[in-house]
């Protein structure tokens, strides 16, 4: 009797583990086309089996470096402005105001670095600054919408795709002579200097200070796209030269935008007939730079540029300069006195004692007789 009750619980627990078993595996499909195939989570999906270590091949356990391509660094507005610029957006020849200002009477051509001759700063190429640093230069002028680029010497040498590691290399040069050697020793000593860039090296840098000048004179004068090509190519020159400083020339931009007006195009057609075209008011804007200090210090280069103002510029060129130049008197330089100016002084002295000597002897023979 007592072999059936154990006998009975056996076969419920079989029955049990059975239907257990039976709840865990997925469903069949029914070939009742009546009857929708049960639905099965992907959660419900068993696993597949991970490998034992001991099972993987010791190739597979290597472990592969992946490489990570460096970010490029990130263009500065500046630059992309400087990048994006076509010598279809001025009216002169861009090649001509290169050549210019690769001119010794202008800028010059060094292929080494040398010193400013006032400020004593690193200079290279056609005058381009190796230090400089990025400066905030705002738009004062509530009518003109040009912004000023005043961009980092680090940044113009990236706009000209040079290396920044060859302009440390360069300024610690420099510096290394400069502890060295006096400002008037290194000038003297620049057409022995090595060349550290290449002519076409000093060609781009040159290329992305011209665009930069550009950008500024359209900063500095509301109507520059109405100028005629000489004129914009006098400004650009201007601007080149002075930069920052061209601030304290305040008649002059007075006198350039005076007649610059932001009503519309009529108003930028009537300053293309009046300004342009009359020569009076550009004799006011020549003369407002011939009586400054910059004119007299760089008599050479300020005849060519500021002759370059005259409208009628491009059929007279040379009557233009002449023009200014007659009018343009050179700077007085004092020297300090000296041995020279002593032997002058005596020299001076004695010349007018004689006079006043012979002076006195005449005057008695005529009272004698």
């Known amino acids: 009797m007592r072999a059936v009750p154990q ?21 069949a499909p029914s070939s009742d086309p009546q009857v929708p195939a049960q639905q099965i989570p992907a959660s419900a999906t068993p696993a597949s089996p991970v490998p034992a270590l001991s099972n993987v091949p010791a190739s597979d356990l290597t472990l592969t470096p992946t490489l990570v391509s460096p970010q490029p660094e990130a263009t500065s507005p500046a630059v992309q402005l400087l990048q994006d610029f076509r010598s279809s957006d001025v009216k002169f020849d861009f090649g001509e105001l290169m050549d210019i200002l690769r001119d010794r009477r202008h800028e010059g051509w060094v292929l080494a670095a040398y010193p400013d001759p006032k400020t004593g700063r690193p200079l290279i190429g056609a005058g381009f600054s190796l230090d400089l640093p990025a400066r905030d230069h705002p738009q004062p002028d509530p009518l003109n919408s040009h912004p000023f680029v005043e961009p980092s010497s680090a940044d113009l040498w990236q706009a000209a795709g040079l290396d920044p590691d060859r302009l440390q290399a360069i300024l610690t040069r420099y510096r290394e002579q400069f502890a060295h050697w006096s400002k008037k020793r290194i000038r003297r000593k620049i057409g022995t200097l090595e060349p550290q860039i290449s002519d076409d090296d000093a060609s781009e840098l040159l290329r992305v200070s011209i665009v930069q000048a550009i950008y500024n004179a359209r900063a500095y004068c509301r109507n520059f796209d ?28 007075d006198l350039i935008n005076s007649r610059a007006s932001a009503a519309g195009v009529e ?35 300020a005849v060519a540029v500021i002759a370059m103002l005259d409208p009628d510029y491009s059929d007279h060129p040379q009557l ?30 004695s010349t007018h004692s004689g006079h006043a000597r012979r002076r006195t002897s005449h005057a008695r023979t005529k009272r004698t007789a």
């Not at 056996?10 to 865990?24: D, E, K, P, R």
């Not at 109405?226 to 931009?253: C, E, R």
């Not at 057609?269 to 760089?298: C, N």
């Not at 004092?334 to 002593?342: E, F, K, Q, S, T």
């Open 320 to 349: 233009a300069e002449r023009r200014i130049g007659a009018t343009l008197r050179p700077a007085v330089i004092h020297r300090r006195r000296g041995a020279a100016h002593v032997s002058r002084q005596l020299a001076s002295t």
């Open 226 to 253: 109405q100028l005629t090509a000489s004129q914009q190519m006098g400004l650009t020159q201007l601007v080149y030269q002075m930069g920052v400083n061209l601030q304290q020339f305040s008649q002059f931009l």
């Open 7 to 27: 006998c009975l619980s056996i076969a419920i627990l079989v029955f049990a583990a059975a239907v257990a078993s039976a709840g865990q595996s997925p469903a």
């Open 267 to 301: 108003a930028v057609s009537s300053i293309r007939d009046s300004a342009v075209s009359d020569v009076a008011y550009w004799r006011s804007v020549q003369e407002s730079l011939l009586h400054s200090q910059w004119a007299r210090l760089y008599r050479t280069r």
